[in-house]
């Protein structure tokens, strides 16, 4: 009982002059507060940058603590440093930049002494973006229907880029995005084309936190003809009517395809190739579609209405054209050009102005006001009329340069050239010879052209 009155005095007199005792151990807890900052300047991916820590209090740097330092690899801190500040309370560790931002986020902690508080920080070390090139390379030409590679190199000095490139093409003024694709390990990604006219291609690729954007120059691809282009006198003369070029052609080969005539093309007929009291109707008369050699070289896709007892003479010759890569000028239907009220059906003056090559146009011959045309029984087929003209009694048209000049592959001034040859192989025969020279006529079955009343004794274009 003495000893506890004892002890119960000496904690009433430490009480009395002021001092506190800690619950079980006596020690004092850290009174000073501490501070810790990072900094770095920014680097690129790959270089190493200072990182910096300072330590101190309220009144002075904190020299010689130990500190620790970590960096952040994917979802977990790893041990980077362990650092003593110096006279100063910094200290320095380098630090080699990843590619990923999130990987270059450091950590520092000090654990604190009997007087200065624990502490700990985070920093971002900034990620300065290199600068790289994109290169879009490929041949300078495409031969039309087929497809070439052209090639993006993303590099940022002599290392590669992995990344998105998009393929970009030039149309109507801007540039438009035709296809994106990721790079391989060396940095390169190939995009295949088959543009059908000239173009101009480029490829871009985004800013990467490690990487500045990019775009390569344009480069040009020139579409090139799969035939040989017609060479023309450099004197002869052009077309007086303009066209543009037809649509290019359709699958492989000619590609005939006939069929009944469909709505939209008769109600452009009507009114202007086909009208009332015509000898034949809608029922009598076919369509073809069929592919043939421009003069451009290129392959196209023309139309001829014909009857349907000689469409079939008319596909199989234009087909032979085809592939002995015989030239058509153009090939549309004789209705784009309008109504003719001199000659009462289609514009067939336009036409031949033109170098059309047509067939059924229910008219009256060209210069004989009152006689019907053979064409307008739709068994009559015009081919390349610019430069194989017809004499009337009116003049000539379309010109008449061309009746004194002939061309192997388009113009004809006998029967043994290539495309007269031919017509009559598949019964069309070149009724009025150098007096119609575009003209042919379609055999009945017995091998007889039968011509209306009035053009059996006179040309009857």
Not at 426 to 453: C, E, K, M, N, Q
Request: proline fraction near 7%.
């Amino acid at each position: 009982m003495q000893r506890i009155g004892i002890l119960g005095s000496v904690l009433l007199l430490l009480a009395s002059l002021g001092v506190a005792l800690a619950p079980g151990a006596g020690a004092a807890e850290p009174t000073e507060p501490t501070s810790l900052t990072i900094e770095a300047p920014a680097a690129v991916e790959g270089n190493q940058t200072p990182v910096t820590v300072s330590l101190g209090d309220a009144s002075a740097p904190l020299p010689g603590a130990a500190i620790v330092l970590e960096r952040r690899n994917g979802d977990a801190w790893e041990h980077l440093a362990d650092l003593v500040t110096d006279e100063s309370g910094t200290a320095v560790a380098e630090l080699t930049l990843a590619r990923d931002p999130a990987d270059n986020r450091v950590r520092a902690r000090y654990d604190g002494d009997e007087t200065h508080a624990a502490t700990s920080a985070t920093y971002q070390v900034p990620l300065r973006r290199r600068s790289s090139r994109l290169r879009l390379t490929g041949p300078a030409k495409i031969v039309d229907e087929t497809t070439v590679r052209l090639t993006a190199r993303w590099r940022t000095g002599s290392k590669p880029v992995p990344g998105e490139v998009s393929l970009q093409r030039r149309r109507d003024g801007r540039w438009h995005t035709t296809a994106t694709r990721r790079t391989g390990a060396d940095g390169e990604v190939s995009f295949k084309v088959g543009p059908r006219e000239d173009s101009r291609w480029r490829a871009v690729a985004p800013a990467q936190p490690w990487v500045e954007r990019a775009r390569s120059a344009a480069h040009r691809l020139d579409n090139v003809p799969p035939g040989t282009p017609v060479s023309l006198p450099a004197n002869a003369p052009a077309p007086r009517r303009k066209l543009p070029p037809q649509r290019r052609a359709v699958g492989s080969g000619a590609n005939a395809v006939i069929s009944t005539i469909p709505n939209k093309v008769w109600r452009q007929m009507k009114g202007r190739s086909w009208h009332r009291g015509c000898p034949v109707g809608r029922a009598g008369l076919r369509l073809l579609r069929i592919n043939y050699w421009g003069y451009d070289g290129y392959r196209h896709r023309g139309e001829v209405v014909a009857a349907a007892g000689a469409v079939g003479q008319m596909s199989g010759a234009l087909a032979e054209m085809y592939r002995r890569e015989l030239p058509i000028r153009s090939m549309y239907r004789v209705d784009r050009f309008g109504w003719s009220a001199k000659l009462r059906g289609a514009d067939d003056y336009a036409s031949m102005a033109a170098g059309n090559t047509s067939a059924f146009n229910c008219r009256e011959v060209v210069g004989r006001p009152g006689v019907r045309s053979p064409h307008a029984y739709g068994r009559a087929l015009d081919v390349n009329t610019w430069e194989n003209p017809y004499r009337s009694p009116q003049g000539v048209f379309p010109n008449r340069w061309w009746l004194s000049h002939s061309h192997p592959r388009v113009a004809w001034r006998s029967r043994s050239h290539p495309v007269v040859a031919l017509m009559s192989r598949h019964g069309l025969r070149w009724t009025y010879g150098l007096s119609d020279i575009h003209h042919f006529d379609a055999a009945v079955r017995d091998g007889r052209v039968v011509l209306p009343r009035g053009c059996r004794e006179r040309v009857c274009h």
